[in-house]
Structures are given as C-alpha cells and as structure tokens.
C-alpha cells in the first residue's frame, strides 16, 4: 500500500471494531517489513478528536515550531509529511463516517484548550494529508457509500464478517477455553458472528465463572428481547479499545442512530418501522408507501405537487435512498429478487431499544399494527397466497401489543385473522395462541355479547376442536351460542351456526342423543324462520343428514341429503361449493351400505368439477380425490388407490405442506393401503413417519395421534412375530 496511493478499508457498523484492529495489524506488518517507515494514526470520528491528533504527532515526532500558540497545526503537519526527507510514512485515518468532516471547510481552535486558538486555513481536512511519493493513506469507515467518496473501486478493501470458525475462535480465546461445545456454536450464531457482541458476552460469562456459563447466557439471551437487551447493554471493559469507543455493541450502535438521524432522518424512520417486522422476509410493499412515513416532509409537498397528489415517483427514489443507506451501514440486506428486506436480530433488539428511550416505540408499533391490519386479507383459500408471507409477521405482532384504544382494535382484529388463517394451514398452537389474545383483548375493549368478540370465541373454540381437546372446545361453543341466543336472536344464522358447531363436538364425543337433539332444533327453527331454502337452513339439514349417517341410518340420511343437494342445484348451480359439498355427502352415504358405484359416480363428478373450478392443489380437491381412492381401497381395489393417494399426498406436500393435518391424513391412507399391498416395511416405516409428525403437530393426546400409534404398535407387534 506505500507509494501514491489511497486506500479505504470499510467494515460494517455491525463489525466496527475488527476494521481498526485490521489496520492496526497492517500497520505492524508495515513496520515489520520496512522499520524506517512512520506509521501515523488519526483518529477521525470527529473534527476535535483529528484536530488532537495532529498535536499528538508533532509532539511525537517533535516538529519544530509545534509550541506556538499561534501555530496553524494543520499545516504544521502538512508540512513535516511534504518533507521527502523524513522517509516514507503511512498515515491511517480511523473511523472516518463523516466524509463533510474530510471533504469540507474545517472550523478551527477545538483542539487541546491548552494550546490556544489556531489559526486553520479554510482548505478541507483531507487537504492537510498529501499525496506524495513517500506517503500512503488508509481510510477507516463504515460505510461503502462513504468509502467510494473517498477513493475509485480499486482502493477500495470491503472486509467481510467473521466466518463461523472465527467467531468460536474468538469466543474461546476471549474465555480461555478450548473445544468446541454445542452452545458455544449456538452462542456465536445468535450474536451474528459480531466481535464485539462475542467479546462482550465472554466478558460477562467470564466476570460471572464458575456461577455462570456458556449455556446458561444463551439461554438468557433467547428467553426474550427484554432480557437479550439488558445483556447487549453491558460494557465488555476493553483496554486496548480506544477511550472514546464503547464496549456495549447496544451503546455503540445507538450512538450510529443518532449520527444517522441527523443526516438522514427518514433512513432511520423506515428502520424504525422495519424493526417490528418478523426480521427475516419483511416485504418491500409493506414498508415502501404508507401513510404518515415521513419520506416527504408536507411543506414540500406543497412546494413540489401544485394539485396535492404524490405520486410513486415522487415517492421512489428518497426511499431508495433510505434503503440504500441503511444497506451502506449494514442495518439491513435485499433478498436476491430484491423483494425482501432482512435485518440481524441484533440490529432488531437495538432499534427498539433506541426507539424506547427516545419513546418512540408505541408510535412506531402503532404504525406496524396498522399497516399489517390493512393488507393482511381474510383467509379463504383464494387469499392464502397472500397470507403466506405476511403470516410471519402477523406473528411477530403477537408479542407487540400496541397502546392506542384504536390500535388495540386493529390488533385484536389482526390476531383473529391470523388464527383463522393458521387453522386452515393445520397450525394449531398459533391459531389457539392468535385466538386466545383476540378474544381476550375484544372482551376487555367491547364485551363479552359483542359480536366481534363472540366470533373469537368461536374461533378459539375451532383451535381447541383442532387439538382434539372436545371438553374445552365444547365449553365454548357452548358460551358462543348462549351469547350469539342473546345478543343476535336464536333464529339467527351465527346462532344456528354455533349450535351446528356445538353439535358436531357432541358427535367426536360419540353422544348421539344430545347431538341429535340440538341439531334437529336447529334445522327447525331454520326452517321455521328462515325457510327451507335459506342457506343456514340446508347446512343445518346438512349437518342432521351427516349425523345419521354417522350411526347408521342410511336411509335418513339419504333423503336429507338428496332434498339439500337438488335445492342447491336449483338455487346455487351444479357446479357451487355448497352443491359439491352435498354431493360428496351422498356419496360417502352411498358407500356404506355398498352402493359402490352410485358412490364412485357421484365422487368422479365431484373431484374432476373441483379441479376445473379451483385447481388440483385446492384444499376440497384434494379431499374429494382422497375419498375416491378409499372408495376404492374399500372395495379392495389397492392399486388404483395407491396411485391415487400418492398423487394426492405429494400435491398436498406441495400445495398444503408437509406437515398439515391434511397431508398426514394421506400419509396415514397410502400407509393403509401398502399395509394391504403386502409392502409391510414400506407401510411401518411411513406410518412411523406420519406418527412422530402428529405427536409435532397435534399432540400426543390428539385422538388422531393416538389411533396411529395404536395402529402402528399392531403392525410392528404382527411383523416381530412373523420374523420369530
């Protein structure tokens, strides 16, 4: 690096502190290499800290003339580095993030107060450094944006984060231990591989030995962002930092904050927001154009839009702009279509806990509520494909009760949203946690008889129908009818629907009786004041026909269900949802007594109207071809039904996941099926699968769970048998 030249070495504001010690290495390598060479350190954060620097290097190498009161230092300097007769020299430039500091007029006389006023020309800083054939320059910053100010792309060094292996290295070092553990390698990941974060947990492990450890950190570090912040905030105790460096990397970064904020005020309002997100995939469209962001200040609105409009031109580049400076300062990163934002956790815990002390955080948390209430849909099938990647986020809202009476709305109206769509996804314990702070939060703000509350009753009531816990999902259907009775009417369509959901929870509990009873008032009140053809009315008849097929009375069921399906037919199509539903009814109603092929007609119509009308993938789909190929696995027809469920389970791997209910329903049919196959090995070994998947997903109390474990238990009972 010596001769003409000027170098920049950059490093992320999540890394800072490992840049100067890389320069500091350079400078020793230097030194080694050619031991006549000077190696002048400036420290740059500031203009006072340059300015005492350069008093510091005449004092050191003793400049003539260093002691007059009214000597211009700078050029004193200057001078002494243009002298080829002091050899070659390297002048490093630490932590320059301000290039204005550099790049502009000084302002003169805030060095060393002892010393007096100097009398500095109005040339920039940087000026005061030449470039000469004996002298080199090194740059340290933070930022790339900085760094290509300051030279062309081949002097420019970016250094890359600590690989995984140094981390541990250093963390080992930092806690004189050797070897690898498991939680060392946890601890390291969770810190982002950041140095100071590494040397600031060590110090605390170590300050606290042999009480505390390694395990016992990380452990308090996940337990939650309150704690994980108390930790980020104690000082490692550094002493070969420099005095005005700070050892806490939360300390450190808030001080970056505040910089930012003075020279990009809407920069740190869109970290401010994205903070909030779930960190990993925060969409582009969520954070770009919201109301209230600040990106254009209103006076220059006016000034610039005659007619009051803004347009996403207007809007685009001053936020881009923040993106890319916040990318400069590695706060966030761009997924590779650049649809996507993500941040380290670190940086996460940082913003709000600068956003908390300067209270702002219920401001932004507001805004965080309310942009998720706006573009998170309802969660019908057709809007999954939006609710997958805002899911995540709706998440992380769970944690963020927001403080304004109208947020708490949006909020609780959020949540039931998001438990409505997680119980469609087969996610069962976010559907009940979603539901349980929805219905909590409606009946604090509105009632108990609400109808906004009665629905997260009900919605909590379905998380529990779920989980397979009948008791406590009875307990609320009950309660979401009695208040539905008081506060809607009985003859109510959400009324009868409550007493449908009740009476199908009587029915997994194999209580027929009480079943039977309320779902036949039911149907008659509907019918009584809504009229036989009323929607509510048919999925009240609906309901009655699917219970006595559930007992056996297939003759009942049969005439209830052919009178809902022709009504359907005539009101609502052949081809509507409804109509598909009662047909499939029919079918299933057909089988059981034998009619097989009424039953397998009715089925192949209903499977292949369903994948013109919604799509292999739709969920119904899938459920009408699964009950087509037990129609045939019934009739002992083995091999068109494992084709069948194989087709169906991988397009709901694809499509549902790998671990809906759904798709460990299919798991379970083709495992039946191989079982009949005589492919023993293939059937236990898959059932095993869909087993430990269940007890992940369900629980190990679900019915479901226990009936495959149960089966499973058989098949491998019977195999070790055979094998004996």
């Not at 790339?144 to 250093?170: I, Q, W, Y």
């Not at 209270?359 to 948390?365: A, M, S």
């Amino acid at each position: 690096m010596l001769g003409k030249c000027i170098a920049a070495l950059t490093w992320s504001i999540a890394h800072n502190s490992r840049k100067s010690k890389l320069a500091i290495e350079y400078s020793y390598q230097v030194r080694s290499k050619s031991p006549e060479t000077w190696v002048i350190w400036v420290h740059a954060s500031n203009a006072a800290r340059f300015e005492q620097s350069f008093w510091d290097i005449a004092d050191q190498v003793k400049i003539p003339g260093r002691q007059d009161p009214k000597v211009n230092i700078f050029k004193l300097v200057e001078n002494w580095l243009r002298d080829e007769k002091i050899g070659k020299w390297l002048c490093i430039l630490d932590n320059v993030d301000d290039d204005q500091l550099l790049c502009s007029d000084p302002v003169g006389g805030k060095g060393d107060p002892m010393r007096g006023p100097t009398n500095a020309s109005a040339k920039p800083l940087l000026a005061y450094i030449p470039r000469s054939r004996n002298g080199s320059i090194m740059i340290t910053g933070r930022t790339r944006e900085f760094a290509l100010k300051m030279v062309d792309h081949k002097g420019l060094l970016e250094v890359k984060p600590m690989e995984k292996s140094e981390a541990l290295e250093l963390l080992q070092r930092k806690l004189e231990q050797s070897g690898e553990s498991e939680e060392s390698q946890l601890l390291v990941n969770e810190l982002d591989f950041m140095p100071l974060a590494i040397v600031q947990a060590a110090s605390y492990i170590r300050n606290r030995a042999p009480r505390y450890s390694v395990s016992q950190y990380l452990g308090d570090f996940q337990k939650s962002d309150r704690k994980a912040t108390k930790l980020l905030k104690t000082e490692a105790g550094h002493l070969y930092r420099d005095w005005e460096a700070k050892n806490s990397i939360l300390v450190a970064w808030q001080i970056s904050f505040d910089y930012l904020r003075q020279i990009k005020p809407s920069a740190v309002e869109l970290l401010s927001l994205m903070s909030f997100f779930d960190r990993q995939g925060i969409p582009d469209s969520l954070v770009r154009h919201q109301p209230k962001a600040n990106y254009i200040s209103s006076s220059e609105l006016l000034s610039e839009a005659g007619d009051g409009e803004t347009s996403e031109s207007d809007l685009g580049p001053d936020f881009e702009d923040d993106v890319a400076t916040l990318r400069n300062y590695s706060f966030i990163s761009v997924s590779e279509n650049s649809d996507f934002f993500t941040m380290h956790r670190l940086v996460q815990l940082t913003t709000r806990a600068w956003l908390k002390s300067h209270g702002q955080i219920d401001k932004w948390n507001d805004k965080f509520i309310s942009i998720l209430f706006d573009k998170f849909p309802t969660s019908e099938y057709e809007n999954w494909e939006r609710c997958r990647p805002l899911f995540p986020h709706v998440k992380s809202a769970m944690s963020q009760r927001p403080a304004s009476l109208q947020c708490l709305q949006k909020w609780a109206t959020l949540l039931f949203r998001g438990a409505w769509y997680a119980s469609e996804c087969g996610n069962i314990v976010d559907a009940r946690e979603m539901a349980l702070r929805s219905r909590d939060q409606r009946r604090l703000l509105l009632g108990d008889g609400h109808e906004d509350s009665i629905d997260s009753t009900g919605m909590l009531a379905t998380a529990y129908w779920l989980e397979g816990r009948w008791e406590e999902a009875e307990k609320l259907f009950s309660r979401e009818m009695q208040l539905s009775k008081m506060t809607l009417g009985e003859d109510h369509p959400n009324t009868l629907a409550s007493m449908r959901k009740l009476a199908a929870t009587y029915m997994n509990q194999s209580r027929w009786e009480e079943a039977e009873q309320l779902s036949v008032q039911a149907m008659k009140m509907s019918k009584t004041k809504l009229g036989e053809n009323h929607p509510s009315t048919l999925m009240s008849m609906a309901s009655v026909a699917v219970m006595y097929s559930n007992q056996g009375r297939w003759d009942q069921a049969e005439h209830l269900e052919v009178q809902v399906m022709e009504t359907r037919k005539i009101n609502l199509g052949e081809g509507h949802h409804d109509t598909l539903t009662s047909m499939a009814n029919l079918a299933l109603t057909y089988r059981n007594p034998g009619r097989w092929e009424e039953a397998e007609h009715l089925q192949v119509q209903v499977a292949e109207t369903r994948k013109i009308k919604f799509g292999e993938g739709h969920p119904d789909t899938l459920k009408s071809m699964a009950k087509l190929a037990s129609t045939f696995w019934k009739q002992g027809r083995w091999e068109e039904a494992e084709k069948l469920e194989v087709q169906v389970m991988e397009t709901s791997k694809t499509t549902l996941g790998e671990n809906h209910p759904d798709t460990l329903a299919r798991m379970a049919d083709l495992a039946f099926t191989w079982k009949s196959l005589a492919r023993d090995a293939e059937a236990v070994n898959l059932l095993r699968n869909c087993l430990n998947k269940r007890k992940q997903i369900l629980g190990l109390n679900h019915p479901n769970t226990l009936y495959i474990s149960k089966t499973l238990l058989e098949w491998e009972t019977e195999r070790l048998n055979i094998n004996v």
